[in-house]
């Protein structure tokens, strides 16, 4: 499956982005979802995930209440949007595919990754 992730810019602290992933070559519900950012300097780190139905999801601790991950396997996308934003959410964002039906935060399971797209949070 190929992914490729867009929406990011730059914004002020607290204002909301929305990032999309659109995906190809490969029954989009086949895969569980997630996205996974990497800030300057530091490792990648797990941001959400949802499951191949959209029934369950997982958020990391620092953006629960604020980030917001669906998906539409109609048209084969998954988002992620993000409220409240802060400088600590400056990274790069990353879409993945995971072809288990979990939604595990860890990196090794997910297979395809999109090509990555830059949210910058000015203070």
């Known amino acids: 499956v190929q992914l490729q992730a867009s929406g990011g810019g730059l914004v002020q602290a607290g204002d909301s982005l929305r990032l999309s992933c659109a995906a190809s070559?490969?029954?989009?519900?086949?895969?569980?979802m997630g996205w996974f950012r990497q800030a300057p300097g530091a490792e990648r780190e797990f941001v959400a995930a949802?499951?191949?139905?959209?029934?369950?999801?997982n958020y990391a601790e620092s953006v629960k209440g604020r980030f917001t991950i669906s998906r539409n396997n109609a048209k084969n996308t998954v988002s992620l949007q993000m409220n409240s934003l802060k400088p600590e959410d400056t990274a790069v964002y990353y879409c993945?595919?995971?072809?288990?039906?979990?939604?595990?935060?860890?990196?090794?399971?997910?297979?395809?990754w999109g090509q990555g797209t830059l949210v910058t949070v000015s203070s």
């Open positions: 993945a595919a995971n072809p288990r039906s979990t939604v595990v935060p860890g990196a090794e399971f997910y297979d395809y």
């Open positions: 070559g490969h029954t989009f519900n086949y895969y569980s």
């Open positions: 949802i499951s191949r139905s959209g029934g369950s999801t």
